[in-house]
């Protein structure tokens, strides 16, 4: 089994200027935990999780009504994501996931640089559960 078999294709994305409270609110809404963060070129440039979100900080120059809402979603992100190809191998992507402790992996096609899906730890588990269902 591939990425691509698990991954959830065309996934949500958020520009890198986006506020975190436009991100925050996408998250909610679509009810996940992980969003990929794309440039001007839509090129994957980061990966942004309600984990972020919860460790944002002000910058200490910060002055007056600020609030981390305000903050770009480039300054909170974490960046250099960790991706995959859509055919590395599900054993490989699984052991992605655990060894550098990450809830996803953005799945970016390696010729064109894009991003075409994303695979989450959900997705991983509902796929297994499918497996053993047939099984049983």
Do not use: C, F, W
Not at 90 to 96: A, F, K, N, Q, Y
């Amino acid at each position: 089994m591939i990425a691509e078999e698990l991954m959830t294709q065309k996934p949500k994305t958020v520009p890198t200027n986006a506020k975190v409270r436009d991100a925050l609110h996408l998250l909610q809404s679509l009810d996940i935990r992980h969003l990929p963060v794309v440039n001007e070129a839509k090129e994957l440039v980061g990966m942004l999780s309600d984990r972020d979100l919860r460790s944002a900080r002000l910058p200490p120059e910060a002055e007056g009504n600020v609030s981390v809402l305000d903050m770009r979603v480039s300054e909170v992100m974490s960046a250099d994501p960790l991706s995959v190809s859509p055919d590395t191998d599900v054993g490989e992507l699984i052991d992605h996931l655990v060894e550098h402790k990450v809830g996803a992996v953005p799945v970016v096609d390696a010729e064109s640089g894009e991003l075409v899906g994303i695979v989450s730890y959900i997705d991983v588990l509902r796929t297994l559960r499918g497996l053993v269902a047939e099984e049983g």
